[in-house]
């Protein structure tokens, strides 16, 4: 078929379980359209495979006729395993599953999730052939961001623990899981990834939760890197969806015209 409508029509969504590499089961959305290609899509902290970002790429790449699977990392939404503060090493752990009868043409990752694809790419990328990454809004330096309250670093030594709340959700940070988070060198990771992959950065210039400073660091030491600076958007481009679902699929459609 021709008409994206019509691809879109034929288009399945199947709910299916992989296990990843410490036997935990994850929950995750297949939109089947029958392309040997498929792009894998990463939600961010405390999130899930229902957010709106994640869900308007998926619906515009099944109108492309390419398949996308979005997926809940281990402790969130339907996946098993225990949430983690500091989880981005394990997260791109969940990334590795098999996948023998496809080809993970692109891997896209969203805030938090932009990083862990990143992280990805550093430590697999040539041993899954992975050679296009989409990060939307990923945090360069680790170290700042982080919204545990005044002295948490004091609280946290002295209790081994403290509890945390980010909107509507409680949850507990460890010591370890904070120092996991702290000891996440993304300047170091990034500087590991393949010359031969593509990495496009996509963030909003009003990004208060992420600077959009960010971005630019990343831009600097990537060397195949396409950055690109929606003007006006907040960290969940709650204005600027179609405009960045635009900026995503022009590089998908891009790269696999390029691969193939």
């Given at each position: 078929m021709d008409s994206s409508e019509g691809i879109s029509a034929c288009a399945q969504q199947h709910k299916i379980e992989i296990l990843n590499s410490h036997n935990e089961k994850l929950v995750g959305l297949l939109h089947e359209t029958g392309s040997r290609e498929i792009v894998i899509l990463c939600h961010g902290f405390k999130s899930n495979k229902e957010n709106t970002i994640l869900k308007n790429?998926?619906?515009?790449?099944?109108?492309?006729?390419?398949?996308?699977?979005?997926?809940?990392?281990?402790?969130?939404?339907?996946?098993?395993?225990?949430?983690?503060?500091?989880?981005?090493?394990?997260?791109?752990?969940?990334?590795?599953?098999?996948?023998?009868?496809?080809?993970v043409s692109t891997i896209i990752g969203y805030s938090r999730g932009g990083d862990v694809v990143l992280l990805y790419a550093?430590?697999?990328?040539?041993?899954?052939?992975?050679?296009?990454?989409?990060n939307i809004s990923g945090r360069y330096d680790l170290k700042k961001g982080i919204r545990l309250g005044d002295g948490y670093?004091?609280?946290?030594?002295?209790?081994?623990?403290?509890?945390?709340?980010?909107?509507?959700?409680?949850?507990?940070?460890?010591?370890?899981?904070?120092?996991?988070r702290l000891n996440t060198d993304m300047r170091e990771a990034c500087l590991k990834i393949d010359r031969e992959c593509?990495?496009?950065?996509?963030?909003?210039?009003?990004?208060?939760?992420?600077?959009?400073e960010d971005a630019k660091e990343f831009a600097k030491i990537i060397p195949n890197h396409k950055l690109e600076i929606v003007e006006g958007a907040n960290h969940g481009y709650s204005k600027h969806q179609s405009q960045l679902v635009s900026i995503v699929m022009e590089f998908i459609k891009t790269v696999m015209v390029k691969s193939n």
């Open positions: 790429v998926a619906a515009a790449l099944e109108k492309e006729g390419i398949s996308a699977f979005r997926f809940d990392f281990s402790g969130n939404g339907e996946s098993e395993g225990s949430f983690n503060y500091g989880n981005y090493n394990y997260e791109a752990d969940d990334l590795h599953f098999s996948n023998t009868n496809r080809v550093s430590k697999y990328g040539n041993d899954c052939n992975i050679r296009n990454v989409v670093l004091e609280r946290i030594k002295q209790h081994g623990f403290i509890d945390a709340k980010e909107g509507k959700s409680v949850f507990r940070v460890t010591e370890e899981s904070l120092m996991e593509k990495v496009l950065t996509v963030h909003g210039s009003e990004d208060k939760v992420v600077p959009v």
